[in-house]
C-alpha cells in the first residue's frame, strides 16, 4: 500500500452506506480514480466540502492496487458559483456526464484534465455558460480523435474559401458547393462561414483562450445545435441534462 498525494476534481460523489462516498476523481497524473471516502456525509467529517462534486482539492490517498482509500483533504476551489445558479450547475453536470464516459479509468490524460480545469472556470463565470459547455464538449471531442475536416472538401479537396459550404456529421467534414460534393451524405447541412471560424478557433485555440469567443446569435444558434449533434452522433448516446434549460429559459435571446 502506498500513499500518493494528488490534486483532483471531483467529478462525480455517489453515497455508499450511512455516511461514507465513492467520488470520482479526476488527476493529472492518475487520470480517473475511484476513491472511497469513509464517513464523508457526516456533518463533522473533514471531506464534506472536498468530496462534494465539482470541487478541486488536494488529496493524501492510500493506493492499493487500482484502489483508492481517501486518508486527507485539502479544499482548494469549490466552484461555489455552480451551486448558486441552477443554469451553471446543469451545464457542469452535463460535461461531467460527457466526461465520465469518455474518460478512461486509471490511464493519465493529462490535456483532458486541463480542459476540464479551463471549462470549470468558463462554466462558472463566463457571461454565456451553455455556450461555453457546448465549446468544451466541441473540444473534448475533437481531443480524443472525432476532429471534423474543416480545411478541404472532403469531395474533391478544394481548399477551404469564402464560397457556400456545408457539412456532415457522418462524414465528419466540410463539402464545397459542387453538386457531386457530399452527394454520398444524407445529413448534409449549411455551414454559416462564421460556424466554419468558431469550429476551427475551438479546434485549435489554446486552451487559455478556447472560450474567448462572441458570436451572433445566429451563430451561437448554430454553434450548439451542430455541437449537440455531434455529441449524440459519436457517443451513440442521448444526452438530457441540457434540455432542462429550455425549461428555465428560452435557448436563444433573440
Ligand atoms: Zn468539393
Not at 6 to 26: H, Q, Y
Not at 77 to 96: I, K, N, Y
Not at 113 to 140: C, F, G, K, N, T
Request: glycine share 6%.
Amino acid at each position: 500500500m502506498a500513499l500518493i498525494k494528488t490534486k483532483g476534481f471531483v467529478l462525480r460523489a455517489v453515497p455508499v452506506g450511512e455516511s461514507d462516498r465513492i467520488i470520482s476523481l479526476l488527476t493529472e497524473a492518475h487520470g480517473l480514480i475511484s476513491v472511497s471516502v469513509r464517513g464523508a456525509r457526516r456533518a463533522r467529517s473533514p471531506h464534506v466540502l472536498t468530496t462534494q462534486v465539482f470541487s478541486l482539492g488536494d488529496f493524501e490517498l492510500f493506493a492499493n492496487k487500482n484502489r483508492y482509500r481517501l486518508q486527507s483533504s485539502e479544499l482548494i476551489e469549490p466552484f461555489s458559483a455552480l451551486q448558486q445558479d441552477l443554469e451553471r450547475l446543469v451545464c457542469a453536470s452535463h460535461l461531467a456526464e460527457v466526461m465520465l464516459d469518455i474518460l478512461r479509468d486509471d490511464l493519465p490524460q493529462p490535456g483532458l484534465y486541463r480542459l476540464w480545469a479551463y471549462s470549470m472556470q468558463a462554466i462558472s463565470h463566463a457571461p454565456d455558460p451553455l455556450l461555453a459547455v457546448h465549446a468544451a464538449q466541441l473540444r473534448l471531442l475533437m481531443e480524443v480523435g472525432f476532429a471534423p475536416r474543416l480545411d478541404s472538401c472532403l469531395g474533391c479537396g478544394k481548399p477551404v474559401d469564402t464560397g457556400n459550404w456545408r457539412y456532415s456529421i457522418s462524414a465528419g467534414s466540410i463539402f464545397c458547393d459542387k453538386p457531386a460534393c457530399g452527394m454520398r451524405s444524407t445529413d448534409l447541412l449549411p455551414l454559416p462561414s462564421g460556424g466554419l471560424a468558431c469550429l476551427g478557433h475551438i479546434r485549435q485555440a489554446p486552451l487559455g483562450r478556447l472560450f474567448d469567443f462572441s458570436l451572433s446569435s445566429e451563430i451561437r444558434r448554430f454553434i450548439i445545435a451542430f455541437s449537440a449533434s455531434y455529441l449524440t452522433y459519436h457517443l451513440d448516446k442521448v444526452y438530457t441534462r441540457l434540455d432542462m434549460l429550455r425549461h428555465l429559459k428560452p435557448a436563444d435571446p433573440s
